[in-house]
């Protein structure tokens, strides 16, 4: 059973843009937080902004002002808007139901595909 699948990611230059799109099972969209989460060649998974189902938001500090979360609950789809993007950027996006963990938040479902942004300089 598919439960989140991503899209939206591709190559882009500095200072570019793109949308990404997480299409989610309504059994785990409907009553949790979400999340897009991101991982470098290398580095560990890391959190990059969540969404309330009420649309609270919160965003890492070296996103913020710069993307933004947001969901449409009729189609169980979450998305991350990408702006002034830079080079550190790059990393494979991924989406995930969350909740809170010890001050932090824990994924709870298996995760997709992602989908890979790339951006140059």
């Known amino acids: 059973q598919v439960q989140l699948v991503e899209s939206g990611g591709g190559l882009v230059q500095a200072g570019g843009s793109l949308r990404l799109s997480c299409a989610a099972s309504?059994?785990?969209?409907?009553?949790?937080?979400m999340a897009w989460y991101r991982q470098a060649p290398g580095k560990q998974r890391e959190l990059v902004a969540t969404?309330?189902?009420?649309?609270?938001?919160n965003y890492a500090d070296s996103v913020k002002g710069r993307f933004t979360i947001s969901r449409d609950n009729a189609e169980t789809t979450v998305y991350l808007q990408m702006n002034s993007l830079k080079p550190e950027d790059t990393a494979v996006y991924y989406c995930?139901?969350?909740?809170?963990?010890?001050?932090?938040?824990?994924?709870?479902?298996?995760w997709g595909q992602g989908t890979q942004v790339t951006v140059s300089s």
């Open positions: 995930n139901a969350v909740v809170r963990w010890f001050g932090s938040y824990r994924s709870i479902a298996s």
């Open positions: 969404i309330t189902t009420g649309s609270s938001t």
């Open positions: 309504r059994s785990i969209f409907s009553a949790n937080t």
